[in-house]
């Protein structure tokens, strides 16, 4: 049965871009008379608002967009993450790092977002004694990375790798992972919060999600998910990365630039039609995955 999903971190209002995202979940499984999820990406205390999942809901519901079982939270959830981080740590393939934003930047040398940026593994080279001493002065201020060179010689023996679909009018594509394209990603912030890249694999596996649908912003992300799934013993589910929604001058939608909110369409007068015709220019997704799982 292929299960899909669409998971909105509720911290801004949703727009053209997410009604895409959820829109070609939502067909898809329906195409395939499987199952359309919803997860509530949470883990971001100061950011997300109950507010914003609301409009989220209510946004997907003037859409027409109807999901199988009520949403899941994220912050609901830590235990899970807490449990695949200790198989993580067993695994040795975690650190701690005491990195400040600054530091990373220093350390690079380089004028941009750190956030874009790949880490330099600077406490990748800490002894576990420094380690220790380090954390026990610092309480739990310090995040946890995965150690993607170590991780990578561990499963080095295993077909890592994973399909996309949506290759337009091509056949399903088998992707070598490359887990190094992210570098060391933090899998713990600090205070002991999951990071987006173990909490989307551990749910995406507990929810039985056999596709994940997403913006193809996130394409990255995927090479560094499937080595999570290696490393935890989870599946690996299909893939599926669709074009993005662009703004008039080609950039990618932000939620703080409400122009293209669902509210604000709503509020002038679109209909969900209208939404479903502004997305990028019409691939019918539904019929092209339905070829695209026949001939896979
Ligand atoms: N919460 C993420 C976002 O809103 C979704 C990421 C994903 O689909 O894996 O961008």
Redesign the pocket.
Known sequence: MLVTRF???PTGSLHLG?AF?AIVAHDFARAAGGRFLLRI?DLDRTRSRPEFEASALADLKWLGLSWDSAPIHQSARTLLYAEALSKLESLGVLYRCFCSRKDIAAAIDAPHEPAETIYPGTCRHLSAGDQERRASATGIDYAIRLNTTRAAELTSSIDIAFTECLALEKPPRRIPAQPNMLGDVVLSRKGNVAA?HLA?VVDDAAQGVSL?S?GED?LH?THIHVLLQALLGLATPLYAHHALVRDEYGARLAKRDNAHALSQLRSAGWTPEDVRHALPSSPNYARLLRAALTNY
Do not use: D, G, I
């Open positions: 998971a909105p971190s997410h995202a990406e987006y989307v994940v997403r996130l992300a």
